[in-house]
């Protein structure tokens, strides 16, 4: 045991937390733990419900606010002693974690990179602001940003508070006078070489986030959906660096959207009226395991002019970090250092959804859960979907070669993506001819078996024995599962994510749209919903509310026909009420770079506004502009209307 009076020559050594700062040091450890009897260092008495624990210590920041109370009961200096050796030791070159020594694991889970505790780091005050911005400076930030990006004067001054979303920075000036529509593009190949150029750098922390949620238990379509690669070939469910590039490329050389004029019309002798394009004006984007998601939202941004505010999951903590670095430095110094705001904290979004006075859109990016939480948390407009139930309904004249490649693909290429296949349809003459079991038997193991083929249901276990080997569980529908030896679906609504996919038989294509639209989300109709589809029955209201419903249960995602039969796939693609319906191709396609929209912001399942893959198109609303000679209404005795329709190069 250490005597308190014991100093060294700088005067901190005092107590076994000054001991240990002396000798990391000393030793040149690559990191210091002190174990507290608390989780770490809170802005409030640790037994305090309000106080929050501080992650990361700020000097500059948190010197001066934070007050010490008693020391601990175990030790000698109690808090005050641990904070001032971590600081000590930090700023000399060892980095310092704080947490408690209760939780057994706590040093493990230091040593594996996980948030625990508080940090202190000599570099810390370039990762974080000194100042603590709210939702609403934000938003207003962002507004006002939003707003100058249309701006023609040569005044420009600058109000906006430190943090104020680092997009909107940017934009602002992206639009000015001073910056043409060709240096705008150029800026953004600029990003996407910037991107191919840091690969490496991007791999090496999105491996670390990779890791951590493999170790943490997460699902594996989380982690696909985690993932990034460099490189130029194709790996199978991961979005790759190279790819992200090539869609900003596509983006940079569209043609200019702001401002883009749809309609003139001469009103008067001389009072002509334009309708034109324009920003939405801000936007909040809420994304999860999406790296991929923070770059091709921000240069949608750039591209549509609107104010952006980002919050990234957790899970790609690190991804988002460094994705946000490379960017930034692609921006040149005459136009701004700042390009994209991201949100930090998870307390911020409560908030920032309740800004509907400053906030015009909200997008989330993620799970069914993720959507309705935002959906149900907020008055702002959400553009998204909450489920991406597919189907893939395969005819009785089909080319079956040509089924089984659709069928595949769309249910393999990437089976956690919102597109891809969920629920196989099939007519019921491929019962009888064998069409069902070629689709999945023939593409997964061929003659991997060999079994009376004659007996329709050899044929259909061979496709499930087949299909469980290949990695795709099977699920049943009612009449298939009562046939056949394969497990019941419990629910038609239900987004897999996963290889894994149900099948039913139907009778024709008018019962395959049935089915469709009677089955999407995975919600289940509420009591509330019940009694008012009971109580319009008496009143003769049943197709009124049967559209209310389907509106509001319905997945109408992406829906798919093979079949060779023209006729019957018009009645499907103009019957099937979705936000894309397909004939004779993938569910995969439904996607705003293979629109050939460069990037996208999600696929919205809407109907307002914005349906299927939104790209810059869909963050963009009009104004109506009107260029007169001082004509007035004057109880419209004033001027002889004209509403003649213009050509838009007069």
């Not at 770490?40 to 929050?52: A, E, I, R, V």
């Not at 207003?140 to 701006?151: D, F, G, K, L």
């Not at 002019?305 to 692609?330: F, Y």
């Amino acid at each position: 045991m250490i005597s308190n009076c014991m100093q060294d020559s700088s005067g901190i050594f005092w107590d076994n937390d000054s001991l240990a700062a002396l000798l990391a040091l000393e030793l040149r450890a690559d990191l210091l733990v002190l174990l507290s009897d608390v989780d770490g260092l809170y802005n409030g008495p640790p037994s305090d419900p309000q106080s929050k624990l501080i992650h990361t210590y700020i000097k500059e920041k948190h010197q001066g606010e934070i007050t010490f109370g008693d020391k601990s009961r175990v030790g000698r200096g109690g808090m005050t002693a641990k904070v001032k050796a971590a600081v000590y030791a930090a700023y000399a070159g060892v980095p310092v974690i704080i947490t408690s020594g209760y939780a057994t694991d706590n040093i493990i889970k230091v040593l594996k990179g996980e948030r625990v505790g508080t940090l202190f780091h000599q570099d810390v005050h370039l990762w974080a602001p000194l100042k603590e911005i709210s939702a609403r400076e934000m938003a207003v930030s962002a507004r006002e940003c939003s707003r100058r990006i249309q701006v023609t004067s040569h005044c420009f001054r600058v109000t906006m508070v430190a943090f104020a979303c680092t997009v909107i920075n940017f934009l602002c000036i992206l639009q000015f006078e001073g910056l043409s529509s060709q240096n705008r593009r150029k800026i953004l190949l600029g990003i996407a070489d910037t991107l191919e150029a840091n690969e490496n750098l991007i791999k090496v922390e999105n491996e670390a986030d990779v890791a951590a949620a493999q170790q943490a238990g997460h699902d594996t379509s989380l982690i696909s959906r985690l993932a990034l690669k460099p490189g130029k070939a194709r790996l199978h469910c991961i979005v790759q660096i190279s790819s992200l590039a090539k869609s900003i490329r596509v983006l940079a050389d569209m043609e200019e959207p702001i401002g883009h004029v749809l309609k003139r019309t001469e009103l008067a002798d001389g009072l002509i009226l334009e309708k034109t394009t324009c920003p939405l004006g801000v936007l909040l984007v809420i994304f999860e395991s999406r790296p991929d998601a923070l770059v091709q939202i921000a240069s949608l941004a750039i591209r549509s002019g609107n104010g952006l505010l980002l919050k990234g999951g957790k899970e790609a903590k690190r991804s988002n970090a460094i994705l946000h670095k490379v960017i930034t430095e692609a921006i040149p110094n005459t136009v701004g250092e700042k390009l994209i705001g991201l949100v930090t904290s998870r307390e911020e979004i409560p908030d920032l959804l309740k800004l509907d006075d400053l906030i015009d859109l909200v997008i989330p990016r993620g799970s069914n859960k993720l959507v309705s939480q935002i959906q149900n948390s907020t008055k702002i407009p959400v553009l998204g979907h909450a489920d991406g139930i597919c189907h893939v309904y395969v005819d009785k004249l089909a080319n079956m070669d040509m089924a089984k490649r659709i069928v595949l693909d769309a249910k393999i290429d990437y089976p956690s993506a919102c597109n891809a296949m969920e629920t196989l349809l099939v007519h019921k003459e491929l019962l009888k001819n064998g069409g069902l079991n070629e689709l999945i038997v023939e593409l997964q193991c061929e003659v991997l078996f060999q079994l009376d083929f004659h007996s329709r249901k050899c044929n259909i276990l061979k496709l499930y024995l087949c299909a469980s080997v290949a990695g795709v569980s099977l699920y049943g529908g009612p009449r298939v599962s009562s046939l056949f030896n394969i497990t019941k679906a419990h629910s038609f609504h239900h987004e897999y994510n996963s290889m894994a996919c149900t099948i039913e038989v139907v009778d024709d294509v008018h019962a395959a749209i049935e089915h469709i639209h009677r089955h999407g989300r995975q919600n289940s109709i509420s009591s509330f919903y019940l009694y008012l589809f009971i109580f319009c029955l008496f009143i003769n209201e049943i197709n009124d509310i049967y559209i209310y419903i389907y509106n509001i249960f319905c997945s109408a995602h992406t829906d798919c026909i093979v079949a060779d039969d023209r006729e019957v796939a018009e009645v499907f693609l103009h019957q099937v009420d979705s936000a894309a319906v397909f004939h004779n191709a993938s569910t995969r396609f439904c996607d705003g770079a293979r629109f050939g929209l460069g990037a996208e912001v999600g696929i919205s399942t809407s109907r307002i506004h914005a349906r299927g893959p939104v790209g810059v198109e869909g963050l963009l609303t009009t104004r109506w502009i009107l260029r007169g000679s001082g004509q007035v209404v004057d109880g419209d005795k004033g001027v002889i209307y004209t509403h003649k329709n213009l050509t838009l190069e007069s």
